[in-house]
């Protein structure tokens, strides 16, 4: 049964400001979803696709930031073959329980967009 949907839009030019200042990487991004962007030629698009599905979810889950929920709980990773998939931190899932989020992310020249459906 569906419990929850959130979207998201950003523009990509705010990322690519931002993804310049390590500490905003460091704070928002794990370590594995900084490496997959960095191998693209345009990383900013990747990272604003992975910036709006963390808002898209924390608005499915119907939570905000300010619960202790922080931006490393929620890694969005590729599958072998290009499907992100979600990742969740210990910390967030026993906040939430037992979910089964779907999510998918697109992006063009100048924004990302990405949509979350949360199911219990």
Not at 62 to 77: P, V
Request: some cysteine; proline content about 2%; overall charge positive.
């Amino acid at each position: 049964m569906i419990e929850g949907i959130g979207t998201d839009i950003i523009e990509i030019s705010r990322i690519k400001k931002n993804i310049e200042n390590n500490s905003f990487l460091k704070k928002v991004f794990t370590e594995k979803e900084i490496e997959y962007c960095q191998n693209y030629r345009f990383p900013e698009e990747r990272f604003a696709g992975r910036f709006a599905a963390k808002e898209a979810i924390v608005k499915a889950l119907g939570i905000g930031f300010k619960t202790g929920l922080h931006w490393k709980d929620i890694e969005i990773l590729n599958n072998a073959l290009g499907k992100p998939e979600l990742i969740l931190s210990e910390n967030l899932i026993n906040k939430i329980g037992n979910v089964n989020i779907k999510i998918t992310l697109s992006h063009c020249k100048e924004y990302a967009v990405a949509f979350a459906i949360l199911e219990k």
